[in-house]
């Protein structure tokens, strides 16, 4: 599903990473595992182009996204995004949060059908009765898209069982509600792929496991992830894969088993050794 190919990234003169080279298939739960500073959240970043890599490629469905011809904004449409800090909309109701994008990109391309056929209609004046251009089918309204999008939003919160919580505001909810919902608010636009950027570092211990859940949930169902994190257990437990990295680059790549009782690079001996407190 996605090919990164030599990616690189500075800052300045400083290379944050340093040629990247991995492949995602679909199904895949991929952990990444690193220090602090290693790389890890620029490199998720750029794998939607949150951040614009310095070189190299970034393979999505067979499209190279970080071709700066490519429109970004399509494709990002498949690939989930999910923050440390939520990211949701304080001024929108839970429900409005979840609806946004689907209700956004649904009426952006009605928009778009309706321009097109105003565009055949007067076109179509000017032709013979055997040129004449059909019109595109329009199916749905504004307002059939809107209720659609309502109602997969609640059919979602209902699913972690937060349907009570639909027209109240996010400041009124724990964190990690907060974050159970921002997981389904990228649900909502039916991804490929969900990318986690570290998403229980700022939650409560007590409330890790409410979010580790429905994350587990979703790997049962099939759907592709990439996870920074520090949660251990969870890595060892989900992941079909796990990346070590350090200074800008993947030192390790192996299944979890492998990772954990035979780790090669010394590096990845030496963190995991402090991490996990083995010798």
Same mark, same amino acid.
């Given at each position: 599903?996605?090919?990164?190919?030599?990616?690189?990234?500075?800052?300045?003169?400083?290379?944050?990473?340093?040629?990247?080279?991995?492949?995602?298939?679909?199904?895949?739960?991929?952990?990444?595992?690193?220090?602090?500073?290693?790389?890890?959240?620029?490199?998720?970043?750029?794998?939607?182009?949150?951040?614009?890599?310095?070189?190299?490629?970034?393979?999505?469905?067979?499209?190279?996204?970080?071709?700066? !011809?490519?429109?970004?904004?399509?494709?990002?449409?498949?690939?989930?995004?999910?923050?440390?800090?939520?990211?949701?909309?304080?001024?929108?109701?839970?429900?409005?949060?979840?609806?946004?994008?689907?209700?956004?990109?649904?009426?952006?391309?009605?928009?778009?059908?309706?321009? !097109?056929?105003?565009?055949?209609?007067?076109?179509?004046?000017?032709?013979?009765? !055997?040129?004449?251009?059909?019109?595109?089918?329009?199916?749905?309204?504004?307002?059939?898209?809107?209720?659609?999008?309502?109602?997969?939003?609640?059919?979602l919160l209902k699913r972690i069982g937060l349907e009570d919580k639909a027209d109240v505001y996010p400041s009124t909810l724990s964190g990690g509600?907060?974050?159970?919902?921002?997981?389904?608010?990228?649900?909502?636009?039916?991804?490929?792929?969900?990318?986690?950027?570290?998403?229980? !570092?700022?939650?409560?211990?007590?409330?890790?496991?409410?979010?580790?859940?429905?994350?587990?949930?979703?790997?049962?169902?099939?759907?592709?992830?990439?996870?920074?994190?520090?949660?251990?257990?969870?890595?060892?437990?989900?992941?079909?894969?796990?990346?070590?990295?350090?200074?800008?680059?993947i030192l390790e790549s192996a299944p979890p088993e492998e990772f954990f009782s035979h780790p090669k690079h010394p590096r990845l001996k030496d963190?995991?050794?402090?991490?996990?407190?083995?010798?």
């Amino acid at each position: 599903m996605i090919d990164v190919i030599d990616l690189k990234k500075n800052y300045g003169g400083h290379e944050v990473l340093k040629g990247i080279n991995v492949t995602i298939n679909r199904g895949d739960i991929v952990v990444v595992l690193g220090p602090s500073g290693s790389g890890k959240s620029t490199f998720l970043r750029c794998l939607n182009c949150m951040e614009d890599p310095s070189s190299g490629k970034v393979v999505f469905n067979g499209v190279d996204i970080a071709d700066m !011809s490519v429109n970004i904004n399509i494709h990002r449409r498949r690939m989930g995004m999910v923050f440390q800090h939520f990211n949701l909309f304080n001024n929108k109701t839970v429900v409005q949060n979840i609806m946004m994008a689907p209700v956004y990109v649904q009426c952006q391309e009605l928009r778009r059908a309706k321009r !097109s056929n105003m565009r055949t209609l007067l076109l179509n004046l000017f032709r013979g009765a !055997s040129k004449k251009v059909p019109l595109e089918e329009i199916s749905v309204s504004k307002k059939q898209i809107i209720a659609q999008a309502r109602k997969q939003a609640l059919d979602l919160l209902k699913r972690i069982g937060l349907e009570d919580k639909a027209d109240v505001y996010p400041s009124t909810l724990s964190g990690g509600q907060k974050q159970r919902v921002a997981i389904i608010r990228s649900m909502a636009m039916n991804p490929d792929v969900i990318l986690f950027d570290e998403p229980t !570092s700022a939650l409560d211990p007590e409330m890790v496991g409410e979010v580790l859940d429905l994350m587990k949930a979703l790997a049962l169902e099939g759907m592709t992830m990439i996870i920074v994190t520090h949660e251990m257990g969870f890595a060892k437990e989900v992941a079909n894969r796990i990346l070590f990295m350090d200074d800008g680059v993947i030192l390790e790549s192996a299944p979890p088993e492998e990772f954990f009782s035979h780790p090669k690079h010394p590096r990845l001996k030496d963190f995991l050794s402090k991490v996990l407190s083995i010798e």
